[in-house]
């Protein structure tokens, strides 16, 4: 806040629109100018001027080039980029873009004193929420300070980048029309025209291959009658073409101009041009002739009619004066503004020349160097004074750049005139206006100078920390209502005593007060956490930091201390070392329960084997001699009883592959897929030959680190469900496909981009299932289809799933009813 004697000094930033207003409400006490009432004189004489002009400016001011400019420049920084960030910040970091370029021009004006002018100079910068290439006409003057040294930069500009942009397109365009001649040319050469043959008397029509595609763009030959080929033409221009053979017929040649509808609906020019011949009797016989395709000349004529409309629009309504001249300097085009500028007409400035505008005393030097740019080829540029239609002269910036062709040729001049009255005269009213305000600004230096040495700020009303002002001996002078809160003590009873008082006994006997004051005066900031006192005599957990107060001549006079109260957050994360030590704990048993689960299903499922054989033996003997001798019910029986032990074998060797995967320890080894797959297929190969399945192998790469007879166990695993779930009346077709990448061309979010993963893919073309199911079929016993249709313990994919989690790895599985299913499978390569 600043006191009512301190803001009657900042009328300067009254007005000034919403730069004046971003100025007087932006917090300046951490920036190196200080806050506005402390600014010199010389500073604020300058901002008043330039917040109240209509014209684009800028300032750069100090040893830091602090950034200031006015509601008028703002236009030219755009929307999403420098603006308002930049105001008080340093050039260097606001226009580090192009920083290289503006540099050298600030140190002349800074260093030498002198003044610069850049025209349709590329500065690209920030904004729009991009970069953007922009063309900029600017003009830097010195701001000379109280000694009568630069002190800042002022700035005026324009943005000019439409104006340069018209001109490079109309270069392009005449560059563009010389190619396309050149082009022309060659096909001319080539004979790329179409020929063609009617006979007047049957009208029948021959023609060659180029005279369909031009005709109707066909690009291979065919027989079309001579009414098929008019067909193309456009119904618009059918009179232009009658009249046309209708002439031809009376003076011998044919020559006209049509457009053509092409097979694919495209419209396109032509130009046909022929003769006729006459039999004995004087009759026309037959016309020879040749059509070309005129459609690209017909499109670069109006590219360059539209170009030159573009330019003369775009200059009339820049406020420059445009013009443009021949290669010999004689001027030919002039835009709007010269004429208003001017007052005179077209007919005028032919007539009387356009130097007659120019002042007597000017025009000497304006033909000199008009003259020697037209000889040299070089820029032509100068500063002269011109009338204006109520008969003032005025400063005019003027500059000519040759336009040339694809080999240096100039073909024309462009050039534009600048009023400068402005700038010109504006250097002299801020030099004025500096000195009479000196005065002023000795008086404010001596004001502030006796309030600067007592002025302190108190953030009184912060809750969450406790800020303190201690001296240089630790003694407490004031504090905040934060303090207050957390240390318990009322302002009157703990000013005037030591901030020891807040740390506990053994702190205090080891002297910890003392040592953070010697380290914030010898490193100028110090931090330490531990428990403090309270006046109740409670703990509470303190994050510290205590800054060190230096004077004028950097000693150190007293020192801040900064306190908030981290209680909770220490309590907190106590807790949650306490409930790693105990989940770590619970870890451990969880382990060895799994260690006692897994050798419990292994023993019980080897346990089972013994009695299971001697049933399926014992039913094996009566097969063979008693089972004639059984009723048609005990036949039936003994067979449900022969599957349902089949069921049972089949369940145990699934709960020992399931228990292998769990206990087996997982040691990777290089290995060869192409081996392992072959070893699958090859073990089921009385399958496949009866369901007479088709098995597709793509991009197998090969050699990664598995456990071979896991990845064995899951490919036979998959490959059976696949021949065990295939549509009836359907060969199996099943496709295998394993390729080596990186997580980021996988397509899958779930995978660590920059690591390298195994994809195996294995798609069928079998009885599929519903999406919803795609998690639940991973479980063990899980079947989405009863034992009496496919036969199976429902424990085959809980066992990939368990292989492919012993490899760090995932696998998901997508289908459709009817159209098949497709796992894909990933882990990481190890090497």
């Given at each position: ?459 009184g009303e912060v809750q969450d920390y406790a800020i303190l002002y201690l001296s240089k001996q630790g003694i407490i002078e004031n504090w905040n209502k934060g303090a207050e809160r957390i240390k318990g003590y009322r302002t009157e009873e703990i000013v005037g005593k030591s901030f020891s008082n807040f740390y506990t006994a053994e702190d205090r006997q080891n002297n910890l007060p003392q040592f953070l004051l010697d380290q914030a005066s010898k490193h100028g900031r110090y931090g330490q956490e531990g428990w403090r006192v309270r006046k109740d005599g409670s703990l509470f957990w303190a994050n510290v930091v205590i800054t060190a107060i230096h004077n004028e001549i950097d000693e ?52 089972l084997q013994e009695p299971l054989r001697k049933i399926q033996t014992f039913s094996n003997q009566i097969i063979e001699k008693e089972f004639d001798n059984l009723s048609e019910n005990g036949k039936d029986r003994f067979k449900r009883m022969q599957n349902a032990a089949q069921r049972m074998q089949t369940l145990i060797n699934d709960l020992l592959a399931y228990s292998r995967t769990n206990t087996q320890d997982v040691v990777l080894t290089k290995t060869d897929l192409n081996i392992i797959i072959k070893d699958v297929i090859e073990d089921l190969q009385e399958e496949i030959q009866e369901k007479k399945a088709t098995i597709e192998i793509e991009q197998v790469e090969s050699d ?128």
């Amino acid at each position: 806040m600043h006191s009512k004697s301190t803001n009657s000094f900042l009328q300067f930033l009254a007005g000034g629109g919403e730069m004046g207003k971003l100025i007087r409400e932006k917090d300046w006490s951490k920036n190196k100018l200080g806050t506005p009432d402390t600014w010199p004189q010389s500073l604020r004489t300058t901002l008043s001027i330039i917040l109240n002009s209509k014209f684009p400016m800028f300032l750069f001011w100090g040893p830091e080039l602090i950034c200031f400019y006015n509601d008028a420049y703002l236009p030219s920084l755009g929307n999403d980029g420098k603006h308002p960030a930049m105001l008080g910040g340093r050039a260097e970091i606001h226009w580090k873009e192009i920083w290289k370029d503006i540099k050298p021009l600030l140190n002349q004006v800074l260093e030498k004193g002198e003044s610069t002018w850049n025209e349709d100079l590329l500065l690209p910068f920030y904004r729009n929420g991009k970069m953007e290439d922009i063309y900029w006409t600017f003009s830097y003057s010195p701001v000379h300070d109280e000694s009568g040294k630069p002190a800042g930069v002022f700035t005026t500009c324009f943005e000019t980048t439409e104006k340069v942009n018209v001109l490079k397109e109309l270069h392009k365009s005449n560059q563009e029309y010389k190619k396309y001649e050149d082009k022309l040319n060659i096909i001319i050469d080539a004979s790329e025209l179409g020929t063609w043959e009617l006979d007047l008397k049957t009208m029948d029509a021959t023609y060659s291959d180029r005279y369909l595609e031009i005709i109707g763009g066909y690009k291979e030959p065919i027989k079309l009658t001579h009414e098929h080929l008019l067909a193309h033409l456009h119904p618009d221009d059918l009179e232009i073409r009658k009249k046309a053979f209708s002439n031809a017929i009376n003076n011998g040649y044919l020559s006209y101009e049509a457009r053509v509808i092409w097979k694919d609906g495209s419209i396109h020019w032509m130009e046909g041009k022929g003769k006729v011949f006459y039999d004995v009797t004087g009759q026309a016989e037959k016309m020879i002739g040749t059509i070309r395709d005129t459609t690209r000349e017909r499109n670069n004529q109006m590219l360059l009619i539209e170009n030159e409309r573009k330019f003369r629009l775009l200059s009339d309504s820049m406020p420059q004066q445009i013009w443009t001249s021949d290669t010999e300097g004689n001027l030919n085009y002039y835009n709007k503004s010269v004429f208003e500028y001017s007052g005179l007409s077209l007919k005028d400035l032919y007539e009387k020349s356009w130097l007659d505008i120019v002042h007597p005393d000017d025009k000497d030097e304006n033909i000199k160097k008009w003259a020697h740019s037209i000889t040299t080829r070089q820029d032509f540029l100068i500063e002269h004074r011109f009338r204006r239609y109520d008969g003032e002269y005025r400063w005019q910036l003027s500059r000519a750049i040759p336009q040339r062709d694809e080999d240096g040729k100039i073909q024309m001049w462009v050039g534009s005139s600048t009023d400068i009255q402005d700038q010109k005269t504006f250097s002299i009213l801020l030099e004025k206006q500096v000195k009479e305000r000196t005065k002023e600004l000795n008086l404010l230096n001596e004001i502030l100078k006796e309030s600067e040495e007592r002025y302190h700020l108190m953030v009184g009303e912060v809750q969450d920390y406790a800020i303190l002002y201690l001296s240089k001996q630790g003694i407490i002078e004031n504090w905040n209502k934060g303090a207050e809160r957390i240390k318990g003590y009322r302002t009157e009873e703990i000013v005037g005593k030591s901030f020891s008082n807040f740390y506990t006994a053994e702190d205090r006997q080891n002297n910890l007060p003392q040592f953070l004051l010697d380290q914030a005066s010898k490193h100028g900031r110090y931090g330490q956490e531990g428990w403090r006192v309270r006046k109740d005599g409670s703990l509470f957990w303190a994050n510290v930091v205590i800054t060190a107060i230096h004077n004028e001549i950097d000693e150190v006079i007293g020192f801040s201390k900064v306190t908030h109260d981290l209680t909770a957050k220490k309590d907190a994360d106590d807790k949650l070392k306490l409930n790693a030590i105990e989940l770590k704990q619970k870890n451990l048993e969880l382990e060895e329960m799994n260690k006692e689960l897994q050798s419990f299903a292994y023993i019980s499922s080897h346990d089972l084997q013994e009695p299971l054989r001697k049933i399926q033996t014992f039913s094996n003997q009566i097969i063979e001699k008693e089972f004639d001798n059984l009723s048609e019910n005990g036949k039936d029986r003994f067979k449900r009883m022969q599957n349902a032990a089949q069921r049972m074998q089949t369940l145990i060797n699934d709960l020992l592959a399931y228990s292998r995967t769990n206990t087996q320890d997982v040691v990777l080894t290089k290995t060869d897929l192409n081996i392992i797959i072959k070893d699958v297929i090859e073990d089921l190969q009385e399958e496949i030959q009866e369901k007479k399945a088709t098995i597709e192998i793509e991009q197998v790469e090969s050699d990664v680190f598995i456990v071979p007879f896991q990845i064995h166990q899951l490919l036979f695993n998959l490959l059976s469900n696949s021949l065990k779930f295939s549509l009836e009346n359907f060969p199996p077709i099943i496709k295998i496909k394993c390729n080596i990448n990186k997580g980021e061309k996988l397509n899958n979010a779930a995978l660590d981009k920059e690591t390298k993963y195994c994809h195996i893919r294995f798609s069928d073309n079998g009885i599929g299932f519903d999406q919803q199911y795609s998690d639940k079929i991973f479980e063990v016993f899980q079947r989405l289809h009863g034992r009496e249709v496919y036969q199976g313990t429902g424990i085959g994919l809980a066992i990939v799933k368990k292989i492919i989690d012993n490899h760090k790895g995932f696998i998901t599985a997508s289908g459709e009813p009817n159209k098949g299913a497709t796992f894909d499978i990933y882990f990481p390569v190890n090497s």
